[in-house]
Structure formats: C-alpha cells, structure tokens
C-alpha cells in the first residue's frame, strides 16, 4: 500500500530544464532503490536512472551528463534532474521505489510501487 505521488512533467523547449520529484508514502519501514524510467510514444519502456540506498547511482547512456538523480531519505522522495533536454527525451516518466513496509499483524515485508507517470515533452 505504498503510494508514489509524482510532480515536476510538462512541457519544454529543446535545452531547457525540468526537475521531477516523487515521494513515498504509507507504512514504510525502510526504502532501498528508487529508480525512474521512461516510456516514449509507441517505444517500450527503459530504465533511466537509479539510485540506492547508499547514494550509489546508475544512468542510462542517453542521459548521462544530462540528468541526475538523487534522493531525500528524511521525505521518501527521490528527484531526477534534467537538463539539457532533447526532444527524444519525450515520454511518460515512472519512478518506481523498493524497500520494507509494515504489514497486518505487524510484520514487514518487500515492496515495490511504481508511480502512475508524468508526462514530459521536449519541442524542437
């Protein structure tokens, strides 16, 4: 039952900049990875981006030196930064979290929840 609430799409110029934000929330224990990933118009969805709980970090060879991610362990929330954006950038975006939640009966068990997306255009 942990809910992802994403923030931060919509639309912009070739070059420019947008930040998204994703923040979790419910019974959670504990949040491992945190990860974003895209899905162009008629392609299949690939990851973008992910981040572990130590901070180490993992970029897809389209995006790298261009966007970034980190997170905010004290909110359950992780960002991706992008610049730099380029039309082909454009997609749905999903972050996805891992990690502990509590459960019924006061057990703790893996979860992972995926964001619904937010949708990111990039104009020529």
């Known amino acids: 039952q942990v809910q992802l609430v994403e923030s931060g799409g919509g639309l912009v110029q070739a070059g420019g900049s947008l930040r998204l934000s994703c923040a979790a929330s419910?019974?959670?224990?504990?949040?491992?990875?945190m990860n974003w990933s895209r899905q162009p118009p008629g392609k299949q969805r690939e990851l973008v981006a992910s981040i572990t709980s130590g901070g180490s970090t993992n970029y897809a060879d389209s995006v790298k030196g261009r966007f970034t991610i980190s997170r905010d362990n004290a909110k359950n929330t992780v960002y991706l930064q992008m610049n730099s954006l380029k039309p082909e950038d454009t997609a749905v975006y999903y972050c996805?979290?891992?990690?502990?939640?509590?459960?019924?009966?006061?057990?703790?068990?893996?979860?992972?929840?995926w964001g619904q997306g937010t949708q990111v255009t990039v104009s020529s």
């Open positions: 419910g019974s959670i224990f504990s949040i491992s990875t």
């Open positions: 996805n979290v891992g990690g502990t939640q509590y459960s019924k009966g006061g057990t703790r068990q893996e979860f992972r929840s």
